[in-house]
């Protein structure tokens, strides 16, 4: 499945796969968003995959909020291996 991602008021949905094969559809779409504004959210719900490009895109993603004194949510239940992956990390 192909990764769709689609915004309204700042709240991303993505839907499908994130894997190394689309990761540049990811990457695009929040490129400097932290330059155009200060919280976002991501709404993982229908994210059905996640590979370890896919994790590290998000966490790389969630240290740019921090490094920039932004805000970061991620919302929905998604796939396990993302939670598996922050909760291995909290852990820590």
């Known amino acids: 499945m192909v990764l769709e991602i689609s915004n309204c008021d700042n709240c991303f949905k993505i839907k499908g796969n ?3 094969k689309n990761l540049h559809t990811f990457r695009h779409t929040f490129k ?12 993982i719900e229908g994210l059905n995959s996640i590979d370890r490009e896919g994790v590290s895109a998000i966490t790389k993603l969630h240290n740019t909020a921090i490094t920039n004194n932004k805000k970061l949510t991620i919302v ?10 922050i909760k291995t990390h909290d852990a820590a």
Do not use: A, M, V
């Open 76 to 85: 929905g239940l998604g796939c396990k291996e993302l939670y598996q992956h």
């Open 32 to 43: 400097n968003i932290f330059d155009k504004i200060d919280h976002l959210t991501i709404n």
């Open 18 to 20: 994130l894997t190394k």
